[in-house]
């Protein structure tokens, strides 16, 4: 994903190609249309981001337990000093049937693409046409420095991700592609050439009075008519696993760390309250902006299981 600080969060976009008579770029708050229609609702899919995978057994155990728990897709991140992602997915999906596997998300800059689409076709198939392809421009210079790559402008890396998708497209058009990120020029390239749209929930800091909605607001301009077409996914950072019903918010402070606890637990990557208060909340991202696919962490497994009970 691109970083809030990062050049690309900034950069403007040549065309937003909109369907509401924005040809350039709109500017925020100016479009007309409601950022989601209701007759548009989608079924709900859920996600499980997996980060421990230091051991065969473990991966099979929580791909296993996320199947029975009635998650839809088990993904693993792509992060120099993590595990390798392809390896990771190919056995989470071995010991598993129904589950779906997908990168949340590659590093594009990491990838050429005639090979990445090499590796995209071998898992499609060894995994009976079960994966989800994510993708995110890059946003760390040091990992670009560790793996001996020059670390591109963010407009280079924006363009990359773009060109990488387009073949993607073409060579593997079977296979679901997830663009995540918040920056403009990013979320064009996702609502032009994606099928799902990684949401981060907007940036506070940009004064806007609902960030999720001016991001979906931008996306939907961009993508024209094919917004009909396209799954709106958010990732969720903190949410309770005990009984307290308050999440530990100390992975969202590290995203947003001049927010206070009460900004915090506003965001829409925050979940908090009982089973029931979360499945309402979700049901109003669903309602309210179109949000149809959530991602939560696998230390969320066993109390977001029950919000999937709840919702379905």
Do not use: W
Not at 38 to 54: P, V
Not at 159 to 185: C, K, S
Not at 217 to 245: K, Q, W, Y
């Amino acid at each position: 994903m691109v970083s809030k600080n990062d050049p690309a969060r900034r950069e403007i976009s040549q065309r937003a190609g909109s369907g509401d008579g924005c040809r350039e770029e709109c500017p925020r708050g100016s479009r007309s249309k409601p950022a989601y229609d209701q007759m548009m609702a989608k079924n709900f899919r859920f996600g499980l981001g997996l980060h421990d995978a230091r051991s065969r057994s473990r991966v099979e155990e929580v791909a296993r337990r996320a199947e029975s728990l009635g998650f839809d897709v088990l993904h693993v991140p792509d992060h120099l000093g993590a595990p390798a992602p392809f390896p990771v997915l190919m056995t989470a999906a071995a010991a598993t049937t129904t589950l779906r596997v997908g990168t949340f998300v590659l590093n594009a800059g990491f990838y050429r693409p005639a090979l990445l689409a090499r590796d995209v076709a071998a898992m499609q198939d060894l995994t009976d046409g079960r994966f989800e392809l994510g993708l995110g421009a890059g946003y760390v210079r040091e990992e670009f420095e560790a793996a001996e790559l020059p670390y591109p402008t963010a407009g280079q890396r924006v363009e990359h991700l773009r060109h990488v998708t387009a073949y993607m497209r073409e060579h593997v058009p079977e296979v679901p592609i997830m663009i995540a990120g918040n920056g403009d020029r990013l979320l064009t390239v996702a609502a032009r050439h994606a099928h799902i749209i990684g949401l981060t929930g907007g940036d506070p800091a940009d004064g806007v009075d609902d960030p999720l909605a001016e991001r979906i607001a931008f996306v939907r301009a961009a993508a024209g008519d094919r917004f009909v077409e396209l799954e709106l996914n958010i990732a969720i950072t903190a949410m309770p696993t005990d009984g307290s019903r308050m999440p530990d918010l100390s992975i969202t402070r590290r995203f947003l760390p001049t927010l206070t606890d009460e900004q915090l637990l506003a965001t829409p990557g925050v979940l908090s309250g009982s089973p029931r208060d979360i499945a309402e909340r979700i049901r109003g991202y669903r309602d309210t902006y179109g949000v149809s696919y959530v991602i939560v962490q696998a230390p969320h497994a066993e109390a977001f299981g029950k919000v999937i009970e709840e919702l379905r």
